[in-house]
């Protein structure tokens, strides 16, 4: 079991920035990527960016250039720096981590970003 809790969101006007963290316990050596989704009401999940193991990265289009994701495996944590943010960047942000041979999906409990003047 990995057991996943963020922090870092809120309220920000647009062109700002925000820092996520998503802490990670637990079975955390079975851990094969990590990443965060977004949702908004009405709308699914969608991914926003993911890291590997190995550190390589993949984003959303429509984030590419404005968010970084990175990981500090001492720490078991991964972050999303949001620069240069929009109003449709706002949703709730979740934790996501993919762990072991089956790559079962662990959630964190979500953390909401709203970008607004």
């Known amino acids: 079991q990995v057991q996943l809790v963020e922090s870092g969101g809120g309220l920000v006007q647009p062109g700002g920035s925000l820092r996520l963290s998503c802490a990670a316990s637990g079975s955390v050596f079975s851990i094969n990527a990590m990443g965060w989704y977004r949702q908004t009401p009405g709308k699914g999940r969608g991914l926003v960016a993911i890291i590997n193991s190995d550190g390589r990265t993949n984003y959303a289009d429509s984030v590419k250039g404005r968010f970084t994701i990175s990981r500090d495996n001492a720490k078991n944590t991964v972050y999303l720096r949001m620069n240069r943010l929009k109003p449709e960047d706002t949703a709730l942000y979740y934790c996501?981590?993919?762990?072991?041979?089956?790559?079962?999906?662990?959630w964190g409990q979500g953390t909401q970003v709203t970008v607004s003047s």
């Open positions: 996501n981590a993919r762990a072991g041979v089956a790559l079962v999906n662990y």
